[in-house]
């Protein structure tokens, strides 16, 4: 299987190279052991035996990784940055804890807002379409934003906002150690590649972040505005499903 994301090393190699966090180093030679074991690879032993050992291997470390659950316990009532003051709920993020794939849209809308759950309104019933589409559920991925407060109007959130916010969802990341990231919309794939490409320029490509593959396309509320451009979110959609594991 090509494992090559655009010509660049394969995962493992690549994902050695730029990480310096042990836990995700451990984590992809057990990954890469069990693919090459799934592959007919024989001469070393990664049996299911050997697999389960090795599974335990940087258990103190991993225990040191944050949990969403502790996230959301220091984000308690926050009021670090002004939009907490026209907000219903905060929208922390929902899905699946160990998800291989994490959807960050840019903020919560009116009816996230009132639900405290991102993607619910007529965007979350979009992306939920999106998500069956590359043959998954709401339940297998993980959905966050990059503020977790509704900006007022759903004006795009302020650059200090942002900054103020965006340590949330870099723990968030970091907790789940996702393999994959679609940022959705420009104000997700500028943040998290801290870049000032358009995000038409940015979309049907994987980037890099921090050793996860990330790929920027369309907002689904884009989408319902311009229905021409979900060709383009379904050709990036069907990029990420010929790299995605459905077996892990
Ligand atoms: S947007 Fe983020 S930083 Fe600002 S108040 Fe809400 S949770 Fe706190």
Not at 192 to 220: A, E
Request: glycine share 8%.
């Amino acid at each position: 299987m090509d494992r090559s994301c655009g010509g660049e090393l394969p995962r493992n190699q690549r994902f050695i190279q730029m990480t310096d966090n042990p836990i995700e180093v451990l984590d992809d030679i057990l990954y890469s052991l069990k693919r090459q074991r799934d592959e007919g690879l024989t001469g070393f032993d990664c049996g299911d035996e050997a697999a389960a050992r090795m599974t335990e291997w940087g258990q103190p470390l991993r225990r040191n990784t944050p949990s969403l659950e502790g996230i959301r316990t220091d984000m308690g009532d926050c009021r670090r940055c002004p939009l907490c003051q026209q907000r219903s709920h905060i929208v922390f993020g929902v899905g699946n804890p160990n998800a291989q794939l994490v959807f960050v849209g840019e903020g919560p809308g009116h009816e996230e807002d009132r639900q405290g759950e991102p993607f619910v309104g007529a965007a979350g019933e979009l992306l939920t379409k999106i998500i069956q589409a590359i043959k998954l559920t709401r339940a297998q991925v993980y959905i966050a934003n990059v503020v977790k407060c509704r900006p007022p109007n759903n004006r795009n959130p302020e650059p200090d906002e942002i900054k103020t916010c965006l340590p949330y969802l870099e723990r968030q990341i970091q907790a789940i150690a996702p393999r994959f990231i679609v940022a959705l919309g420009k104000v997700a794939a500028q943040t998290l590649l801290g870049s000032q490409v358009p995000i038409s320029k940015l979309r049907g490509r994987f980037h890099d972040y921090g050793g996860i593959r990330l790929l920027p396309t369309y907002h689904p509320a884009y989408l319902l505005r311009n229905p021409s451009a979900k060709r383009d979110v379904w050709e990036d959609m069907q990029m990420l499903m010929k790299v995605y594991d459905y077996d892990a």
